[in-house]
C-alpha cells in the first residue's frame, strides 16, 4: 500500500500559521480520499480534515474550519495543511491518512465523513504556545 511521510511541523506561537505536507509513495487517486489526524497527549486521534482525490471536495472538523485548508498536488503525490489562526489548544501530534481498502488489515482505524482511514504517516509534532 501507499507509503506516507508527513512534514513541516514545529513550533509556533498562538496567531501564527504553519503549513504541513505529506508526500506519498505513488499515486493516492486509488485510495478515493485522504486526511489530515490529530492527537493531543491524553486523548483519541481526532480528524481535523479530508479530500477526495479525485474532485477535490472537502470536509473540515467544526474545530479547524475557517481556520485550516487541506488541499493536494496530485502531479506531485503531496497533500497539504495549511493552518491559520492556530491556538494552543491545536497543539498535537499531526497524522497523515488514507483510506484502507475494505480488505487491508490495519492496526488502527478512524472514521470520518463515512470513509475508513487506516494508513498513517509516522507524524509531525505541532506546538502553539500562548
Known amino acids: 500500500h501507499v507509503q506516507l511521510v508527513e512534514s513541516g511541523g514545529g513550533s509556533v506561537q498562538a496567531g501564527g500559521s504553519l503549513r504541513l505536507s505529506c508526500a506519498a509513495s505513488?499515486?493516492?487517486?486509488?485510495?478515493?480520499?485522504m486526511g489530515w489526524f490529530r492527537q493531543a497527549p491524553g486523548k483519541e486521534r481526532e480528524a481535523a480534515a479530508a479530500?477526495?482525490?479525485?474532485?477535490?471536495?472537502?470536509k473540515y472538523a467544526d474545530s479547524v474550519e475557517g481556520r485550516f485548508t487541506i488541499s493536494q498536488d496530485n502531479a506531485k503525490n503531496t497533500m497539504y495543511l495549511q493552518m491559520t489562526s492556530l491556538k494552543p489548544e491545536d497543539t498535537a501530534v499531526y497524522y497523515c491518512?488514507?483510506?484502507?481498502?475494505?480488505?487491508?488489515?490495519?492496526?488502527?482505524?478512524?472514521?470520518?465523513?463515512?470513509?475508513?482511514?487506516?494508513?498513517w504517516g509516522q507524524g509531525t509534532q505541532v506546538t502553539v504556545s500562548s
Open positions: 505513488a499515486s493516492t487517486s486509488s485510495t478515493y480520499c
Open positions: 491518512a488514507a483510506r484502507a481498502p475494505p480488505n487491508m488489515e490495519v492496526r488502527e482505524t478512524r472514521d470520518f465523513w463515512g470513509f475508513r482511514f487506516g494508513i
Open positions: 479530500i477526495y482525490t479525485s474532485g477535490g471536495n472537502t
